[in-house]
Nanobody, 119 residues
């Protein structure tokens, strides 16, 4: 089992920055891909960014150049540095761990942290 705990959300003005953190505990594996999703009111949950244990990153087009995902493998923590925030970035941000095994995949989720971008 894996537990994910996010922190760092809050209220920020357009153009501002926030840094989200997600600490993972439990049985971690080298195949685990960590990432961030978000869900705005009335919308489906969407991928923001992912990072493998080796540091391979993937970003959604709408955050490229503004958000940076990083990972501290020793601390089992993943970060999301969000710069140049826009009103449309307002959402609940969820930490995700994707475990890819030969028998299939499994997703683990954090409880979510609210990000509000407002003037």
């Amino acid at each position: 089992q894996v537990q994910l705990v996010e922190s760092g959300g809050g209220l920020v003005q357009p153009g501002g920055s926030l840094r989200l953190s997600c600490a993972a505990s439990g049985n971690m594996l080298s195949v685990d891909i960590m990432g961030w999703f978000r869900q705005a009111p009335g919308k489906q949950r969407e991928l923001v960014a992912r990072i493998s244990i080796s540091g391979v990153r993937n970003y959604a087009d709408f955050v490229k150049g503004r958000f940076t995902i990083s990972r501290d493998n020793a601390e089992n923590t993943v970060y999301l540095q969000m710069n140049s925030l826009k009103l449309e970035d307002t959402a609940v941000y969820y930490c995700n761990l994707l475990r890819v095994l030969g028998t299939g995949t499994r997703d683990y989720w954090g409880q979510g942290t609210q990000v509000i971008v407002s003037s």
